[in-house]
T-cell receptor, first 113, second 113 residues
């Protein structure tokens, strides 16, 4: 089954404790992206990657890191999480053409205490 | 700057009545426009897109959207609403030259039995 998977689905952590949210897609998509969803703000793009070893900042990259060492994986790293990063995070992928639609993962709900 | 506006946080409609969820956009270049739906505790699902051609686009679950270049709008419509259409709807845009996606803040649709 074609899908985007994220782990963990739920995470509660404390300020300053490094964490990684994994994202994997099995559709051989070139483009992958991370979003955060906050009430009243909709989805905002954090980082995106056009292909392996190519990553770019979205609208809200501060406090996040990403890497794209393999085509299928695009982990989101929070080196020192803060409470304002409490949010619902979505990973997405698409084949690569800018007319394509995105396929979204199920989401990761992160709480930073 | 690219942006998407969904002026209504909440739309209520009676079952069987037509529904409209509004979206306006601002992009440089030609816009690629998308509608997504999010059910509770789920990721976003693609509904429809406008790339070029006919201004009336038909999508999944009986939804359609009308692209209006002069008004820079892309309103989502359905002739007869179902209770199962109750969800959160997001409009998104990607400009033809860029690699980023921009989402609106979302509109919560409630269909009243």
């Amino acid at each position: 089954e074609a899908q985007v998977t994220q782990n963990p689905r739920y995470l509660i952590t404390v300020t300053g404790k490094k964490l990684t949210v994994t994202c994997s897609q099995n559709m051989n998509h070139e483009y992958m992206s991370w979003y955060r969803q906050d009430p009243g703000l909709g989805l905002r793009q954090i980082y995106y990657s056009m292909n392996v070893e190519v990553t770019d900042k979205g609208d809200v990259p501060e406090g996040y890191k990403v890497s794209r060492k393999e085509k299928r994986n695009f982990p989101l790293i929070l080196e020192s999480p803060s409470p304002n990063q409490t949010s619902l995070y979505f990973c997405a992928s698409l084949p690569g053409w800018n007319t394509d639609t995105q396929y979204f993962g199920p989401g990761t709900r992160l709480t930073v205490l | 700057a690219q942006s998407v506006a969904q002026p209504e946080d909440q739309v209520n409609v009676a079952e069987g009545n037509p529904l409209t969820v509004k979206c306006t956009y601002s992009v440089s270049g030609n816009p690629y426009l998308f509608w997504y739906v999010q059910y509770p505790n789920r990721g976003l699902q693609f509904l429809l897109k406008y790339i070029t051609g006919d201004n009336l686009v038909k999508g999944s679950y009986g939804f359609e959207a009308e692209f209006n270049k002069s008004q820079t709008s892309f309103h989502l419509k359905k002739p007869s609403a179902l209770v199962s259409d109750s969800a959160l709807y997001f409009c998104a845009v990607r400009d033809s030259a860029g690699n980023q996606f921009y989402f609106g803040t979302g509109t919560s649709l409630t269909v009243i039995p």
